[in-house]
């Protein structure tokens, strides 16, 4: 009985995920773009991201346990910088890909054009939907979190973080687009590096920041769009041409 | 002496209005585009908005007194638009732009792509930066506004409105471009129509919104250049390509 039940459940899983695939496809019909349905993850609230805990000690005088300025003293070594778990483990940059897939089960796409379906954004902040992006021989992390930075007021933010060092990400630009209802919002930038910390450019605002009405005109029946596409920068003359 | 005195005064705003220019040439080199230097207004402080003063009176039980959905009986008569003034006026469509122009001092400019530089960004909530654009045979209004919606949180708003009714807004499309520190966002939308509230458009968020770090990334100096550019939208199957 428990078996039935649980095939219930997968067939279920599979027709949901399949209505999240057309619902995609719908918005973005362009052929050839992979389209990939990313669940919310809701255990910051639970577990405080590495930065939180190290800002707080900060503020408490103590010396932060995982930040990893302060504590790595093997440059080489990188600690998990997966922005939902307080994970205590590091290791170098090449194994960062393969611990982010195996521990935290997030997925890696690949593809220089993809489509990051964000499903149930009405969920509560604070929530984040990741993935991993593999495209011109690097791995990046696309974060998109919701959080209210002001009591009352959930905003969105997304980011693109590379795998890799300030020096490497410094080659590429990303864009994340939206388009939806006769709108249109595209965030261009250079992503930053695994190295730095994923609260710090959210907090900082430095990234595509959306207030709840206007994700709401975005989505469709509960899911946002992100088109990626990732490109190498050769020299940042973009800043002329408009 | 006092002469003498006006005409330093009038040399050196002439100095400053020059330095604004070459700063919008530096950061939009792109030859051809009509740089336009827009200089802040802080009536908003002092006399609230027609909205504002409707929705105030809506709130107290009173008929608002210059809401045009309510007093003009008139349909073709249209009240004062201008975000900035609670001014009495109401008119027709046709003579909105002189109105706009003669009373409150708006410039016009001419060209299908321009570049809206607000100087000092820095100034407090609230501040209007507002400028007419005539473009493919209409008349559209720029307001960009720095405005507090969370308290203690500046957050900058910018919008387009055509000078037309919102059948005849739905024949474009406005394009808000910033591009500058390696980053580049860019906001597509069709204009609403002066007959609709800009203040709602605002408080709703349907527009370009920026955060004040990243309006700080963004400006140069103090100034902040938008590019505009303005296309008729007829089919509307933008949505489809990413």
Not at 9 to 14: E, N, P
Not at 22 to 49: D, E, I, M, W
Not at 130 to 140: D, R
Request: charged residues 15%.
């Amino acid at each position: 009985m428990l078996f039935f039940t649980q095939c219930f459940g997968a067939v279920l899983d599979l027709i949901h995920l399949r209505f999240q695939h057309y619902k995609a496809k719908r918005v973005f019909s362009a052929a050839g773009q992979l389209v990939c349905v990313v669940n919310p993850t809701h255990s910051l609230k639970y577990a405080p991201t590495r930065c939180a805990a190290a800002q707080a000690s900060t503020e408490q005088g103590i010396l932060p346990p995982c930040h990893h300025h302060e504590v790595v003293h093997d440059p080489q070594l990188v600690p998990c910088t997966c922005p939902l778990f307080s994970c205590p483990w590091e290791g170098h940059l090449e194994v960062v890909v393969p611990h982010l897939r195996q521990t935290h089960r997030i997925n890696i796409l690949q593809g220089a054009e993809i489509v990051f379906l964000a499903t149930d954004m009405h969920l509560p902040a604070p929530t984040d939907w990741i993935i991993m992006h593999s495209c011109l021989g690097h791995q990046f992390l696309l974060v998109l979190r919701k959080q209210e930075k002001y009591e009352g007021h959930p905003q969105f933010f997304a980011t693109m973080m590379l795998i890799g060092t300030p020096t490497q990400a410094d080659n590429f630009t990303y864009r994340l687009e939206l388009n939806r209802n006769q709108r249109r919002l595209k965030w261009e930038a250079t992503p930053r590096s695994i190295l730095e910390c994923v609260d710090s450019v959210i907090s900082d605002g430095d990234c595509l920041v959306l207030n709840t009405s206007l994700a709401q005109l975005f989505s469709d029946n509960g899911s946002l769009a992100i088109g990626i596409a990732i490109t190498t920068s050769k020299v940042h003359s973009s800043e002329a041409e408009m």
